[in-house]
């Protein structure tokens, strides 16, 4: 697949991918920061890189102005009415034109108009999509507009997840407790990048001047989102509670203007209004000396995915203190990078205290979390495990999917046992066991070479078809050879289609009929169903699974010519043998056939309805939906298979 080529330079051979973003706004957060380092690592791993995103408002942050020349950048001014979803219909438009030319896709954020719409379409034209849900599946996060996402999880989302070849997480524990509502794609974790940040030649003393805070004074640095899961109104607080009483904050960030009137109020309630500092948003040299004049870094998050910021300090060899909110921190605590304390003031403050009291301990923790960041954080790495991520998903992307592949998607609890809800298998056979005892003696009519016993067919079908284990004999009958090498059974015989079976009256206690009454011709039924009343015992039973003559299954099958089943199977089943087609004629096959057939008071007579028709979808996921559908629309006479139990009463 060939590479987006800019404009007046040749096409390129490298591998290509669009990373999407649901917007850019000057109050984006710790999303953006990760999508901008992840395009960043890509493109210096040799991948053409282009980067998308709506811009809400013009208002083009600077974070995408920084960013490598490397990667293309392709951003469209959010429009109503889609802009409060994350969308711009430019862009959506350029994606139905653009998304084919790639060879893979990153989504940054679930919830977001383009990332739905990259998703459904990038499936279609067989290019992966890898999602990164930077937090959005976490149950706290999906507490925002709760009853919506509750709605629309099952519905919408789990289709949406479905349809990625991975979800891409940031943290074990976001894995871990992520809330996928039964997908089954696989997850991936992959640390973010982080560059290493050289604070050596910063400024920090030009740094604090500008932003007023005092020469000597320790600065406890915040940096991200102004959002209420950051939990700034505890930083105040918990500055307010230091020993050391000459500490100012200094807030790096910008966010909705109630949460800082949130902010603002506390610094007020708690005295140290003059000890705050806001700065804004911040990038480039100002956002290095913000880490050059910081004697700690602190982030008490009620929850945090991965914890960019944080990360970034330790990078800059800041002594970091973080709330165990912060999925990353039983890591960090372990490597000796950072400090981590529950969410609570006081005892936050006194972790604070202790490395504004003490440099040699500061110094240390801050070399520890440079070496920390360099050995698992290093962009390169990072690129090369996006890479090895990004090949499993083109193969699995670019891989036509089996049948098997398609019922596992749409019935996930085939893993459960091998079987959906909707198998006339299982039903049929757990119904077929209960009628058996130790002593009982079966025929098998129409047992065929018993391709249900074949190695790749699933334990369960194997186990709850072997009547052997369950009988005291089973013997075998067809009128096709093959039936000689049927290993199932303990007695084998071929038979004449029109001839009498070579078995007394009355030898056995049950009969078996698996998809075989559809076979017989109309002029042969009255004799068929004579002869196996003659060989079943007196309070036996016949037990037959049939389709049905007025379900839709066996209208198409009359329409289409016998000469055409074994082409039209061959499409539909895969690795059905050819061997196991047969013409059918279809003169036992309905309940008014088999009242005639079997009449009272000779015979108890039971039949029921059963869907089926999906097994005749195919590896089509569309085919396996409509054939859902017809199925619960269908009226019970019209049921594709009928479940046949008659039993011959005494005397």
């Not at 670019?398 to 098997?404: A, G, M, Q, S, Y």
């Amino acid at each position: 697949m060939s590479s987006p080529s800019r404009e007046g330079e040749p096409a390129s051979t490298a591998r290509s991918a669009l990373l999407l973003l649901n917007s850019v706004a000057d109050t984006s957060g710790g999303s953006l920061r990760a999508a901008v380092n992840i395009a960043e690592a890509m493109a210096g791993g040799g991948v053409d890189v282009t980067f998308s995103a709506p811009v809400v408002r013009g208002g083009e942050h600077r974070t995408i102005d920084l960013m490598d020349q490397r990667v293309s950048r392709r951003m469209f001014l959010a429009s109503p009415p889609v802009a409060r979803f994350g969308g711009s219909l430019r862009q959506l438009v350029w994606l139905s034109r653009k998304v084919r030319d790639f060879d893979e896709v990153q989504v940054h954020s679930l919830f977001s108009l383009s990332a739905v719409y990259a998703v459904v379409l990038c499936p279609l034209w067989r290019v992966p999509v890898l999602l990164w849900p930077h937090g959005s599946l976490d149950p706290s996060d999906l507490r925002k507009h709760e009853l919506l996402k509750r709605l629309i999880g099952p519905l919408v989302t789990r289709r949406i997840l479905d349809r990625c070849a991975a979800l891409l997480f940031t943290a074990t524990r976001e894995s871990r407790i992520a809330v996928t509502y039964g997908s089954a794609t696989p997850h991936e974790v992959i640390a973010l990048p982080v560059a290493p940040l050289r604070v050596e030649g910063a400024s920090p003393a030009f740094w604090r001047k500008r932003h007023g805070i005092p020469p000597e004074a320790p600065v406890v640095l915040f940096l991200g989102r102004i959002d209420p899961k950051k939990r700034l109104p505890l930083l105040i607080e918990t500055l307010s509670l230091l020993e050391c009483r000459d500490a100012h904050l200094a807030v790096v960030g910008d966010g909705p203007d109630s949460e800082r009137a949130l902010a603002v109020e506390t610094a007020r309630r708690c005295g140290v209004t003059d000890r705050v500092h806001w700065t804004g948003w911040l990038e480039g040299e100002d956002r290095v000396e913000a880490f050059a004049a910081a004697a700690v870094f602190a982030l008490l998050s009620e929850y945090e995915n991965f914890g960019l910021s944080a990360i970034e300090a330790l990078s800059a060899g800041c002594p970091t203190v973080i709330s165990d909110g912060v999925f990353l921190a039983e890591d960090l605590v372990r490597a000796g990078a950072a400090v981590a304390v529950p969410r609570d003031a006081h005892l936050a403050a006194k972790a604070i205290d202790e490395l504004l009291n003490s440099p040699e301990q500061a110094a240390a923790l801050g070399e520890r979390a440079r070496e920390l960041v360099a050995r698992e954080f290093e962009p390169a790495a990072v690129a090369a495990a996006l890479r090895d991520t990004s090949e499993r998903s083109m193969v699995t992307a670019t891989k036509k999917p089996t049948r098997d592949d398609v019922i596992a998607r749409l019935y996930p609890e085939v893993v459960a046992g091998g079987y959906i809800r909707q198998d006339g298998f299982i039903d049929f056979y757990i119904r077929v066991q209960s009628l058996l005892t130790p002593d009982s003696v079966v025929l098998d009519f129409g047992a065929g070479r018993g391709g249900w016993n074949d190695p790749d067919t699933p334990s369960v079908f194997r186990e709850v078809r072997d009547l052997r284990s369950k009988a005291a004999r089973v013997v075998g009958v067809d009128v096709d050879p093959v039936v000689l090498d049927n290993t199932s059974l303990d007695e084998a015989h071929q038979i004449d289609p029109a001839g009498r079976i070579p078995f007394d009256d009355e030898t056995f206690d049950l009969v078996l009929a698996d998809y075989v009454f559809e076979h017989v011709d109309r002029g042969d039924a009255p004799s068929v169903a004579a002869e196996l009343g003659r060989l079943l015992k007196p309070g036996g039973w016949l037990c037959a699974r049939t389709p049905n003559k007025l379900g839709l299954i066996a209208i198409a099958a009359r329409i289409v010519p016998n000469r055409l089943h074994v082409s039209t199977l061959r499409h539909l089943q895969p690795g059905r043998p050819a061997e196991d087609v047969f013409p059918t004629r279809y003169a036992m096959n309905t309940k008014r056939d088999l009242r005639r057939l079997f009449p009272a008071p000779e015979w108890t007579l039971v039949t029921y309805g059963h869907p089926g028709i999906q097994q005749y979808a195919g590896a089509s996921a569309l085919m396996w939906r409509i054939a859902a559908g017809v199925d619960r629309l269908t009226p019970p006479p019209m049921a594709p298979t009928l479940m046949v139990f008659a039993r011959k009463n005494l005397g």
